[in-house]
Nanobody, 123 residues
Framework: QVQLVESGGGLVQAGGSLRLTCAASGRTFRRRLMGWFRQAPGKEREFVGAINWSVGNTYYADSVKGRFTISRDNAQNLGYLHMNSLKPEDTADYYC????????????????WGQGTQVTVSS
């Protein structure tokens, strides 16, 4: 089993920045992708971005491209979502997920999920 724990959420003003961390643990964390998703109240969970865990390639939703950056620390099994120029519409619960899929935008293709961390952006 793989356990994922997010941290770093909070309240920030529009234009501000936050860094979310996803700590992966378990028998062996060897998954192709670590993805980041978010879910706002009353909306479906949506893809934010993902990183290929071994080679570091990153993928982003158009809504966050140029503002958010994903990185990872392989040695410590930590993934990061760096969020800059935050907007009120970025307000959501943010989740990290792990999977072996090539379909990095697909919620159902990820095997493991964290519990989520809340991000609130005030205007």
């Amino acid at each position: 089993q793989v356990q994922l724990v997010e941290s770093g959420g909070g309240l920030v003003q529009a234009g501000g920045s936050l860094r979310l961390t996803c700590a992966a643990s378990g028998r062996t964390f060897r998954r192709r992708l670590m993805g980041w998703f978010r879910q706002a109240p009353g909306k479906e969970r949506e893809f934010v971005g993902a990183i290929n865990w071994s080679v570091g390639n990153t993928y982003y939703a158009d809504s966050v491209k140029g503002r958010f950056t994903i990185s990872r620390d392989n040695a410590q099994n930590l993934g990061y979502l760096h969020m800059n120029s935050l907007k009120p519409e970025d307000t959501a619960d943010y989740y990290c997920a792990a999977g072996d899929t090539y379909y990095y935008t697909a919620v159902e293709k990820y095997d493991y999920w964290g519990q989520g961390t809340q991000v609130t952006v005030s205007s």
